[in-house]
């Protein structure tokens, strides 16, 4: 658990760096492994709010991971029809 929440911390400056040269694939693999370890941590709601924060971002909802991990929070939050949409767009 120690180990996530490292992992966890380390992401979320990752994501408050706003270097202008970082190429949009990067910021995208940092805020999925932001997510992953929220999961990790069973931080649901976070992903939640993650995954409604960035619906917009075309990159982001292309990786099939994205859906994973919101279909993950919402059957682990007992919406059983939340992720039983989420992971049919995977």
Do not use: T
């Amino acid at each position: 658990m120690e180990q996530w929440l490292h992992v966890k911390s380390n992401y979320e400056k990752a994501r408050d760096f706003k270097l202008d040269n970082v190429p949009e694939e990067l910021l995208v693999e940092i805020n999925i492994g932001y997510a992953k370890a929220c999961l990790k941590l069973a931080k649901y709601s976070k992903v939640l709010e993650f995954i409604k924060a960035n619906k917009s971002n075309r990159i982001l909802i292309g990786k099939p991971e994205f859906w994973q991990i919101g279909s993950i929070a919402h059957r682990k939050l007992g919406n059983y029809l939340k992720a039983d949409r989420f992971i049919g767009k995977v």
